[in-house]
């Protein structure tokens, strides 16, 4: 077996790797080059400098394994690697602890004023009575994503006597509880934390998660900290409330643009920064480079790998149902209310006499898609449920009335159940019940507004006009109820993203249970 590794990776992996392969380590290729010799090779291993394009993929014929050091995959194209069969693999792991005990370092510095003392002493000023600090002990912490790397926070927190409360739908209350963390909605972590440390992927949803309206609610001597994806937090509406003193101190270890040397940031005593340090140290490079290998070994040795993030195989009867399945999981995830407490599947019609792994993987991906920055595969889905402590079953039945073939999807919550069925229409997938309500929805992506209200004259009207004053066109609308005068859904397709302006005024009106903006 040949290996090529095109940036650098930690001698750890190395040695491991060539006690079962060839491997030829050439950094710094140039496109052209890597295209020329990549066909000689059953494995390709880089980190984020090079670019595995389609073109590389398919000049790559005796590729079985692509591995990434690290997690992001922005630098490869996995859906080529799919086609052609080639499993993409990453290291996810291997650098938790460093990025945990980086933000307990920063926790620790801001409480303790220590980058000011030392920079202050080093230059000549002993100043002690403007470096008082406070302590981590009987402080609130709050965690935003309670995932493993805020999990391994969690852990490190308790050490320091605090009290720790996290915001994070996607893991259930048994999981929280297991350590000693109690699940709260946003608003109340915003309001009652002394220390906010953030720890969720960046999405659409979660650009800017933290910005001036949010930071409205923390107290005034509560500290924030972004080890996690730069563009989370507004910076500029941060550099505000430190100005303005409704916020103690920030520590910055991401940022919306990166490498960056100058910002606005750097101008605040009150805020901390450093160069994304939270995976530098020896340990994880070692850890991942290791994690690395064993996977790429794994794949070239026939057996299945743990952090796979692509399916080899999906029988290509199921491939029309892969959509729609991750489409039913993402809708149910900004549908539903409260904390997970268990997930139900439901397989009806001809699919339930296949492998349905693939379309479990492809729902519970879409349901974690806000969630998780783990591609999601059929490897992996049982580990990562379970490191959520999220509970799963299945349930098929060949004989489906109405629908030749029907994917459901129950969410039960702390507040309720939510339920999504879609089938697959002459090569379409669509939508065709949202909890009660039975509909015929064909969910084209991009922005919709789901209504439940009271089935009563104007409304419709009503909240068109809303939509209409913010400059928003409706390009669908899909109307049903379960009777006259009782209870109704309204679905508007939009061309536009509705603002949270304009969901406080539609909920504002008289008869309107809930107002929830998708993206679908």
Known sequence: MRILVTDPVAEEGIRLLRSSARVDIQTALEPDRLRAIIGGYDALIVRSQTKVGADVIELGERLKVIGRVGVGMDNIDVEAATRKGIVVVNAPTGNVVATAEHTMALMLALARNVPQANSRLKSGKWQ???????????????????????????????????????????????????????????????????????????????????????????????????????????????????????????????????????????????????????????????????????????????????YAVNAPHIAAELLPFMTVASTIGSLASQLMDGQIVSTHIRYGGGIANYDCNPIKTAVISGLLEQASEERINVVNVGLIAAQRGLKISEERDVNCQHYPNLLTLEVNTTVGTTTISGTVRQGESQIVQVNEFWVDMVPAGGYFLFCDHLDHTGLVGTVGNLTAKANIDISSLHLKRVQRGGRALMILGLDQPLGEQQLEEILALPGIYTAKAVRL
């Open 128 to 306: 002690r009575e403007d470096m008082v600090g406070t302590e981590l002990r009987n402080k609130t912490l709050g965690i935003i994503g309670l995932g493993k790397i805020g999990s391994q926070v969690a852990e490190r927190a308790r050490g320091f006597e605090m009290r720790i409360i996290a915001h994070d739908p996607f893991v259930s209350e048994d999981y929280a509880r297991n350590l000693e963390v109690d699940l709260v909605s946003l608003d109340q972590l915003l309001s009652e934390a002394d220390f906010i440390t953030l720890h969720v992927p960046l999405t659409p949803t979660t650009v800017k998660l933290i910005g001036g309206k949010e930071l409205e609610k923390v107290a005034p001597t509560a500290r924030i900290i972004n080890c996690a994806r730069g563009g989370l937090i507004d910076e500029e509406a941060v550099i505000s409330a430190i100005k303005t003193g409704r916020l103690a101190g920030a520590a910055f270890d991401v940022f919306t643009h990166e490498p960056v040397t100058d910002s606005p940031l750097f101008g605040e005593d009150r805020i901390i920064v450093t160069p994304h340090l939270g995976a530098s140290t020896l340990e994880a490079q070692a850890n991942i480079a290791r994690d690395i290998a064993e996977e790429v070994l794994t794949v070239l040795q026939g057996r299945f790998s743990r």
